[in-house]
């Protein structure tokens, strides 16, 4: 199995309060996603990174910033939390993104609640 | 990326082979057949992927049409934890994201 670690793998919290989960992988992948998982949703794409420092938003960016400052590490921070982003976030790496011959490799996620 | 049609559920005996079906008759030229699985709980677990020949790993088989518009899944041996939701993704050029549609729901009966 692809070397990563998502942290907390559960949190409870309250609605306005900052919340940050974290993304580690040990493969030195250059490319990281992080996706929320909902009911009649499937997986949606909230940020990825294309290296250090190095970030776009996906299709359900709003709420969420990223952060990458290393290689390994890979954060979503939401500033202020709200009920909607209660849902399962997954973080996920690639070799790359452009080469549709890579897969995208999963962590097993984190159960976030919003009260 | 394509769209992709799977089954919304099927069965299967343990050790027997389990075939899962995906239709993609939209897929372009440029797009990779993947299939993950999701288990309960857990985060999506690739299992194969492939262009136009078919492909064998350790976990499965996968076999694509000639014409590309449909691929089957083939898990040799199924065995009970292979019970999961099975996804048949069609992905392409730049794409940045994997488009996880509702997938196959496999259970292996005893």
């Known amino acids: 199995d692809a070397g990563i670690t998502q942290s907390p793998r559960h949190k409870v919290t309250e609605t306005g309060t900052p919340v940050t989960l974290r993304c580690h992988q040990t493969e030195n992948h250059r490319y990281m996603y992080w996706y929320r998982q909902d009911p009649g949703h499937g997986l949606r794409l909230i940020h990825y990174?294309?290296?250090?420092?190095?970030?776009d938003k996906g299709e359900v960016s709003d709420g969420y910033s990223v952060s990458r400052s290393k290689t390994e590490d890979f954060l979503l921070t939401l500033e202020s939390a709200t009920s909607s982003q209660t849902s399962v976030y997954f973080c996920?790496?690639?070799?790359?993104?452009?080469?549709?011959?890579?897969?995208?490799?999963f962590g097993d996620g984190t159960r976030l609640s919003i009260l | 990326d394509a769209k992709t049609t799977q089954p919304p559920s099927m069965d299967c005996a343990e050790g027997r082979a389990a075939n899962l079906p995906c239709n993609h008759s939209t897929i372009s030229g440029n797009e990779y057949v993947y299939w993950y699985r999701q288990i309960h709980s857990q985060g999506p677990q690739y299992i194969i992927h492939?262009?136009?020949n078919n492909e064998t790993n350790e976990m499965a088989s996968l076999i694509i049409t000639e014409d590309r518009k449909s691929s089957t899944l083939i898990l040799p041996h199924a065995t009970l934890r292979d019970t999961a939701v099975y996804y048949c993704i069609a992905r392409g050029g730049s794409a940045r994201q994997l488009t996880f549609g509702s997938g196959t729901q496999l259970t292996v009966l005893p």
């Open positions: 996920a790496i690639s070799e790359s993104i452009r080469d549709s011959n890579q897969p995208q490799h």
């Open positions: 492939g262009l136009k």
């Open positions: 990174s294309y290296g250090v420092k190095d970030t």
